[in-house]
């Protein structure tokens, strides 16, 4: 079955950095188009990050400078580099993108998300 599985969150300090990962699993898998989305509670998911199949990157405003979208396609798997992490940046993270098989057309999946939680 095909799907994405994010790991790699957790609770840090102000300043700390998490590395968040997100990896397409099933049966002869390719990867498109990714990004990084979250969703604080009582607020709406938004756009973190995104990355083009070329590896051409976007991030939004409030990230610019501290996080690092990046991909490895040997591996199916999206990468967030998370550094200088404030308590803004508290939220579930979920990853999100174009995904195919050899059986199956590109469609677009979601991850369940990852909580990332900063916090003294």
């Known amino acids: 079955q095909l799907q994405l599985v994010e790991s790699g969150g957790g609770l840090v300090q102000p300043g700390g950095s998490l590395r968040l990962s997100c990896a397409a699993s099933?049966?002869?898998?390719?990867?498109?188009?990714m990004a990084w989305y979250r969703q604080a509670p009582g607020k709406q998911r938004m756009l973190v990050a995104s990355?083009?199949?070329?590896?051409?990157?976007d991030y939004t405003d409030s990230v610019k400078g501290r996080f690092t979208i990046s991909r490895d396609d040997t591996k199916n798997t999206v990468y967030l580099q998370m550094n200088s992490l404030k308590p803004e940046d508290t939220a579930r993270y979920y990853c999100s993108g174009a995904v195919r098989t050899i059986r199956s057309d590109w469609g677009t999946y979601w991850g369940q998300g990852t909580q990332v939680t900063v916090s003294s």
């Open positions: 990355i083009t199949g070329g590896g051409i990157t």
């Open positions: 099933g049966t002869s898998v390719s990867i498109g188009a």
